[in-house]
């Protein structure tokens, strides 16, 4: 597998992006999707993931309520919609893909996602 991610750029507190990420390859379905984010000088951070199926999702505290990842396999494409933007959401965002197919358990660490983007950069203005 390999990622792109796109639709990153500059948007104002309160206001809105979708993140795409486009994956080659054949085994996209197979495989669980997350988005992590990186501010520099700090750790890369969980943001949200997806189940290969698209039946689970799992988010991290700071965007819960706020952002929805989801996933379109006949596109072989993963979404970041992210809605309520703040000025701490300012980050490079990075997709990434599982190590494993069909894996029966979510995973939110960076540990378990090998598979990685170039990032796209988030930039919000207060």
């Known amino acids: 597998v390999r990622l792109e991610e796109s639709g990153g750029g500059l948007v104002q507190a309160g206001g809105s992006l979708r993140l795409s990420c486009a994956a080659s390859?054949?085994?996209?379905?197979?495989?669980?999707m997350a988005w992590f984010r990186q501010d520099p000088g700090k750790e890369r951070e969980f943001v949200a993931a997806?189940?290969?199926?698209?039946?689970?999702?799992h988010y991290g505290n700071s965007v819960k309520g706020r952002f929805t990842i989801s996933r379109d396999n006949a596109k072989n494409t993963v979404y970041l919609q992210m809605n309520g933007l703040k000025p701490e959401d300012t980050a490079v965002y990075y997709c990434?893909?599982?190590?494993?197919?069909?894996?029966?358990?979510?995973?939110?660490?960076?540990?378990?996602?090998?598979?990685w983007g170039q990032g796209t950069q988030v930039t919000v203005s207060s």
């Open positions: 997806i189940a290969w199926s698209g039946d689970s999702t």
């Open positions: 390859g054949r085994t996209f379905s197979m495989t669980d």
């Open positions: 990434a893909a599982g190590s494993g197919y069909y894996s029966q358990v979510l995973y939110y660490t960076i540990d378990k996602y090998s598979v």
